[in-house]
């Protein structure tokens, strides 16, 4: 779901492999001090004492514990608190201090850590960040203890727990913010629109992979801004202004409104062609998932809108138990249909259109610069 190649005035690279499992990754870096950094100090010494507590109550709660806090701190680029920043910055100016809202912007990662492991048990994935996903991972740790049961069921069950358990910490990590009663209230009110449209896009998403061969491009497009650009770009922003205690019918929300679906959309389809075409090696993920599974995406939509009738037949094995050698054949039918090409289009068309949001928009200047930025870096990757 995001670059670790962001621009450089936006965005460093230091080593810290004590804290992540990732030899390298990227952090904000600008005269406001490090996001990332803060975020993942505030992720790690919360993480820590929820841990501890819980191993207090039984070595093996413990250990279940552990599984939820390594799944929140092994890797990712922290998107969504960037943008929640960048949404609240832009608000507040370069002066108001970071530390009293870094555990909000904190909580964001642990609801995306919640989203993710769910999402991994219903796609059935294997891998994620270069990891073996959290249900795969106990499956084997299960298996190798010689417990009783199945371990992939076993696996599954404690997945679903563990995101459940993210969500919780989540909520708890977000009262810790230090703002007003009465804008927490606000901010809390924007966090939950924000996981009602995220589950809301992830059951539609589920749906239409049931119902594919009745989707069109539209719906596919529908699960895109409900799933990945409500929860990605647009909620954060608006989870900034709320914590800079602006008014959700503010002209400024209205323009990071436009930019959030904007860049939000654009994020996915690029997740999308990086599903078909991306490479493991960087992506963490293997590639052809979406053609295994026979997701209704918007390239495959678009895919089976344009292609000839011949072309159409073939797609019909996107869904089917294929080899690499035919998922491999089907992404380059995929590409000579001009789907490929058209979801390029529409990235760049979205990037354009939010750019265009943040011309006029009475925000700081330094947030409308990194906004930008942001635009382009988040929808130009590989991974």
């Known amino acids: 779901m995001a670059n670790d190649a962001?621009?450089?005035?936006?965005?460093?690279?230091?080593?810290?492999?004590?804290?992540?499992?990732?030899?390298?990754?990227?952090?904000?870096?600008?005269?406001?001090?490090?996001?990332?950094?803060?975020?993942?100090?505030?992720?790690?010494a919360f993480l820590t004492a929820e841990v501890d507590s819980?191993?207090?109550?039984?070595?093996?709660?413990?250990?279940?514990?552990?599984?939820?806090?390594?799944?929140?701190?092994?890797?990712?680029?922290?998107?969504?608190?960037?943008?929640?920043y960048w949404g609240w910055r832009g608000l507040v100016g370069d002066t108001a201090p970071l530390p009293p809202v870094v555990p909000a912007f904190a909580a964001l990662e642990l609801l995306h850590t919640f989203?993710?492991?769910?999402?991994?048990?219903?796609?059935?994935?294997?891998?994620r960040r270069g990891r073996l996903t959290t249900h795969v991972s106990v499956a084997a740790q299960h298996a190798a203890a010689g417990r009783r049961g199945d371990p992939g069921r076993f696996g599954e069950s404690v997945a679903v727990l563990v995101g459940d358990l993210c969500m919780?910490?989540?909520?708890?990590?977000?009262?810790?913010?230090?703002?007003?009663?009465?804008?927490?209230?606000?901010v809390?009110?924007?966090?939950?629109?924000?996981?009602?449209?995220?589950?809301?896009?992830?059951?539609?998403?589920?749906?239409?992979?049931?119902?594919?061969?009745?989707?069109?491009?539209?719906?596919?497009?529908?699960?895109?801004?409900?799933?990945?650009?409500?929860?990605?770009?647009?909620?954060?922003?608006?989870?900034?202004?709320?914590?800079?205690?602006?008014?959700?019918?503010?002209?400024?929300?209205?323009?990071?409104?436009?930019?959030?679906?904007?860049?939000?959309?654009?994020?996915?389809?690029?997740?999308?062609?990086?599903?078909?075409?991306?490479?493991?090696?960087?992506t963490g993920k293997p590639a052809g998932d979406d053609l295994r599974t026979g997701k209704p995406t918007v390239l495959m939509m678009l895919a089976r809108q344009l292609a000839t009738p011949a072309q159409r037949r073939a797609l019909e094995h996107a869904g089917a138990p294929v080899g690499q050698r035919e998922v491999a054949r089907l992404a380059e039918l995929v590409e000579l249909t001009g789907a490929v090409a058209r979801v390029r289009r529409m990235i760049s068309d979205r990037v354009a259109e939010a750019l265009a949001a943040l011309d006029g928009a009475a925000i700081d200047v330094g947030a409308?610069?990194?906004?930008?930025?942001l635009a382009v870096t988040a929808t130009d990757r590989r991974a």
Do not use: N
């Open 6 to 44: 962001v621009a450089d005035d936006v965005l460093r690279v230091p080593v810290q492999p004590t804290r992540r499992s990732e030899p390298a990754r990227t952090v904000l870096a600008d005269h406001t001090g490090d996001l990332v950094d803060a975020v993942d100090d505030t992720l790690t």
């Open 54 to 84: 819980l191993t207090e109550v039984d070595p093996a709660i413990g250990d279940f514990a552990a599984t939820a806090r390594d799944a929140a701190l092994a890797g990712g680029k922290r998107i969504r608190p960037t943008f929640a």
């Open 115 to 127: 989203a993710l492991v769910h999402d991994d048990v219903m796609d059935a994935s294997t891998t």
């Open 168 to 186: 919780v910490w989540a909520d708890r990590l977000l009262a810790h913010a230090v703002v007003p009663p009465h804008r927490l209230l606000e």
């Open 188 to 282: 809390r009110r924007c966090y939950d629109q924000m996981r009602v449209e995220t589950i809301a896009g992830q059951y539609l998403d589920v749906y239409g992979e049931s119902e594919a061969a009745g989707w069109s491009v539209d719906r596919a497009l529908r699960v895109v801004r409900y799933k990945t650009a409500s929860y990605t770009v647009q909620r954060p922003l608006h989870f900034g202004a709320a914590l800079a205690g602006v008014a959700g019918d503010a002209p400024q929300v209205a323009a990071y409104t436009r930019y959030g679906l904007a860049v939000g959309e654009a994020f996915q389809l690029c997740d999308d062609l990086l599903s078909v075409y991306g490479d493991p090696a960087t």
């Open 368 to 373: 409308r610069r990194a906004l930008a930025r």
